[in-house]
């Protein structure tokens, strides 16, 4: 187990042995990276609020259920995509056609395989990849956002969303081959050499 697992273990213990400082320190180390995971589906702040919060609820109530089989971070990103694509659907909002995390526009992470020619700034990068993900399929979305803009490895991947890792490959695969098809048909220029 690495440190931060095992320290995480820990946490979860004295968490359900009745120290909510322990799980306060799960919240603060986690709270950064659920954000900008929520950001990736909606723009309205509120709302990313709600879905970080109600995801840490859930986990609280749910912790005695963790089974330490995965990270707990893994656990805990499960539960907010899960929360994510309920409260979209909740709202009635296709999780196909929702929006970008903000922070995209000022750091853009293109997905592999497809630098654009010539000298596009950041921010139309970043629009360019945005307007090509809300046309994926969600099944294809999400592991494209999981993977190439939040970095998850494809064992956490496949932990998060329940799958088997060669399901992930493969969504992958298909994902990255539609991202591609999706970008030809928007911007063309993207095929020019």
């Known amino acids: 187990m690495e440190p931060a697992a095992n320290d995480d273990a820990h946490l979860v213990q004295e968490t359900l042995a009745g120290s909510q400082v322990s799980f306060q320190l799960l919240v603060e180390r986690y709270e950064t990276r659920l954000f900008a995971l929520a950001r990736h589906y909606t723009r309205s702040q509120v709302e990313v609020e709600d879905i970080v919060q109600d995801s840490f609820l859930k986990a609280y109530r ?3 259920s963790f089974d330490h089989r995965s990270s707990f971070y893994t656990w805990l990103y499960r539960i907010t995509v899960n ?8 709202k009635g909002r296709s999780p196909v056609t929702s929006v970008e ?8 992470a293109p997905v592999e395989g497809f630098a654009p020619s010539g000298n596009l700034e950041r921010e139309e990068v970043a629009e360019v990849t945005r307007k090509v993900l809300e046309e994926l399929p969600e099944i294809f979305r999400t592991v494209l956002i999981l993977r190439e803009l939040e970095g998850l490895a494809y064992q956490e991947i ?18 990255r081959g539609r991202f591609k098809e999706k970008l030809l048909a928007l911007f063309p220029e993207f095929g020019e050499h």
Request: avoid cysteine; charge should be neutral.
């Open 101 to 108: 995390d903000p922070e995209l526009l000022a750091q853009p």
């Open 158 to 175: 496949a932990d998060t969303l329940g799958i088997s890792i060669g399901t992930v490959e493969s969504r992958l695969f298909r994902a």
């Open 62 to 64: 749910r912790l005695a």
């Open 83 to 90: 929360t994510i694509l309920d409260s979209l659907k909740r």
